[in-house]
């Protein structure tokens, strides 16, 4: 039975890599100083649960969009990916340092998922002249985004064959 999981697109910032590897080395030996090998588990723990915590907190109008998107709720998944993007629009900081913030290496800045995910959602709603205006918000904001750029191309293909589906008919 195939899978149902759809394949995702996650580039690493590999700079930051040894910012958490770091992170995590200092939490083992801090753990090790104080606790042993009991110590160096807990670090272990607390930098998993705070990479996790931090992100659902911070993140919770993205989780909530993902999620009301996978329900097919597709007014509530764009009001929580505006919410998101707004505030992370009026907290650049936190997305700018996401490597301490959040733990995370991600390339593409939550944002940017947050706008791409509204312009898709949008695009699943029908509502195509929305997305389109979307898209290009993005790359306004992200020039060099892969995920609006070709989201965008993908628009102007469909528009393009259906457009051609017309006139042969």
């Not at 394949?7 to 992170?23: A, D, E, F, Q, S």
């Not at 606790?35 to 931090?54: D, E, K, R, T």
């Not at 301490?100 to 800045?109: F, G, N």
């Not at 985004?145 to 469909?158: F, G, K, M, N, V």
Request: with cysteine.
């Amino acid at each position: 039975m195939p899978s149902k999981r759809q394949i995702t697109y996650r580039p690493i910032n590999w700079l930051t890599l040894p910012l958490l590897v770091g992170i995590q080395l200092a939490l083992v030996l801090i753990g090790h100083s104080v606790g042993g090998v009991y110590g160096m588990i807990a670090s272990g723990i607390l930098f998993a649960g705070y990479a996790f915590v931090s992100r659902r907190i911070i993140l919770s109008g993205y989780y909530r969009g993902m999620k009301c998107l996978h329900a097919k709720a597709f007014d509530a998944a764009i009001l929580s990916f505006r919410e998101c993007a707004d505030f992370l629009a009026e907290h650049q900081w936190i997305d700018r340092f996401r490597v301490v913030t959040m733990l995370s290496a991600s390339a593409i800045s939550f944002r940017e998922m947050c706008l791409c995910n509204l312009a898709f959602t949008l695009t699943r709603d029908q509502k195509i002249d929305e997305a389109t205006r979307a898209y290009q918000e993005v790359l306004l904001e992200f020039p060099g985004s892969l995920l609006a750029s070709t989201s965008l191309e993908s628009i102007e293909l469909i528009r393009n064959t259906k457009q051609l589906e017309t006139e042969k008919v």
